[in-house]
């Protein structure tokens, strides 16, 4: 029979019948606490795969770790049985206290997922004195588990963004819910086949790609392609950052041929691709003296203001004051500058879109920063797995549950 302290303990794990403690031991050189469960003789259970109460048929030792007591490492032990179901045969019994497979407590678990959502793995291993593989074994499991409860029923509106797990390494794609914020899927590559296997995504969850109308992304023919087959409803919004990229590229090009006759042009790049109200107070004077001078670059950076005005324009005039713009960029016998202004006409109709659809990629640039401030924290992962389990963490939005004797599958 049990103790007073034993049932206190019961009482704490939260076990019901017919579990209780039997036996706890501490190990003072292990720095070890040792709770040993088990089921009265005699005791019956429920079949797992059909409900039946059946008597046990045979046990096997197991151990699971669970929180620590104070400095000690603790453990529960226990005879898990199985049973033998007159329907179903020989099946393991779920125990209450954790999920079949893992070698951790539920309690335990919930400790890991709290942890992984502020630390590096590395860290969340050291933490509980742990392998990082075991870690990550737990998160890819309620990552996994909890994405197959989203729904994504409703959503129309699409970001499509790819981000590196090392720089100049192994690109993934972003898949974003433009309206939520939320990453709604990731798949390794860039190249057109990410978007058929998000939109196969996309539908397992619920979503209909009929439905989507809205997909802001950047020029890549990849994405275009991938859109154009896989969402078929869907207007494409480039994203503003990347066509303003493509005219600031157009400045910069200006400059440096124009600085080889122009010495004062050396080191004043970013003052013509940064905003005036963000430069200092020493860079506008610097900017304010070279305008004054009958520059190339000053010429170019007026028709890079210029068309940064395009997305404040209301969409009845939008399209109007683009063609204003493209007819002066183009006549502007600035080189770079037209051969951007050409770009912009061969994706008119995407630039034009965003006066109607007002999308932009802002939010996947946030999303963005904040994977790589903990790709950087990791000092990068291990494999492209981690790195994309780690995105559904950081960026997912997802509902963790502690899972249920109830939720669990059969094993
Ligand atoms: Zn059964």
Redesign the pocket.
Known sequence: MSSPIDNLFSRALGLEEPWEVTRIEFSEPDQEINIHLDSPRGSRFK??????D?PAYDTKEKRWRHMNFFQHKAYLHCPAPR?N?????I?SIKLPWTRSGSGFTLLFEAFIMALAREMPVKAVARTVNEHDTRIWRVIQHYVTEARKQEDYYGIDKIGIDETSRKRGHKYVTLFVDLDRSKVLFVTEGKDSGTVGRFSNDFHDHGGDTYYVREVCCDMSPAFIAGVEQCLPNAHITFDRFHVMKIIGDAVDKVRREEQRECKELKRSRFIWLKNPENLLVKQSIQLEQLSQRNLKTARAYQIRLNLRDFWDQPLATAEDYLNRWYFWATHSRLEPIKQAAYTIKRYWDGIVNFTKSKITNGILEGINSSVQAARNKARGYRSVKYFITMIYLIAGKLNFSLPTQNSEEPN
Do not use: W
């Open positions: 079949c797992p795969n059909c409900g039946n059946v049973a179901c007159p329907d179903c045969g099946k």
